[in-house]
């Protein structure tokens, strides 16, 4: 009878030990696996920048702050090229090849198109600006590399800031 006790005192613990080693283990593994197995969160990048026109009537653009949120975007911007007028800026978001991945048309930033209400009803002006600010938005994506900014003008379109992401 001592024999089987003394058996039983020993064996308990080494069973307890060893399934206390498996969850252990167990857990350590699940932690592991979650960490790779988790989805890419969709992202959306903000791009602010800041436009000035110096004495002599040329542009400087300035690429001022980067953030990523978290999100997605309900709808891409529409790209036509045959809508841009001339002053207006292309934003182009290339790759490191310099393929474009993205392009969107910003309507002109230093000459924006004001609406007054007045007796005699809704007027549009336009307001020359010596510099503004203005932002952009895209769904992230590791392939893009560059930003790239131009002017449209009536021989084509000018190149105002190149910079790399």
Same mark, same amino acid.
């Given at each position: ?25 167990? =857990? ?23 436009? /000035?026109? =110096? ?14 949120? /978290? ?9 036509? +090229? #045959? ?23 910003? +309507?002109?930033?230093? #000459?924006?198109?004001? /609406? ?50």
């Amino acid at each position: 009878m001592s024999m089987k006790n003394l058996f039983t005192l020993f064996v308990f613990p080494v069973f307890l030990f060893c399934n206390f080693l498996q969850v252990k283990d167990l =857990n350590g593994n699940e932690s592991a696996g979650n960490h790779i197995s988790q989805p890419v969160k969709d992202q959306i990048v903000y791009l602010f920048f800041k436009v /000035e026109k =110096n004495s002599s009537g040329m542009e400087k653009v300035v690429l001022e702050d980067k953030k990523i949120m /978290e999100g997605m975007l309900k709808s891409k911007p529409s790209f036509d +090229r #045959n809508s841009a007028k001339v002053g207006d800026f292309m934003i182009s978001l290339n790759d490191s090849n310099g393929k474009e991945v993205v392009q969107q048309i910003l +309507r002109d930033p230093l #000459n924006p198109e004001l /609406e007054r209400f007045a007796e005699e009803g809704i007027s549009r002006d336009k307001v020359s600006l010596q510099n503004a600010e203005f932002s952009i938005r895209y769904s992230h994506s590791e392939d893009i590399k560059v930003v790239k900014v131009e002017k449209i003008t009536n021989t084509g379109s000018q190149l105002l800031f190149t910079q790399k992401l």
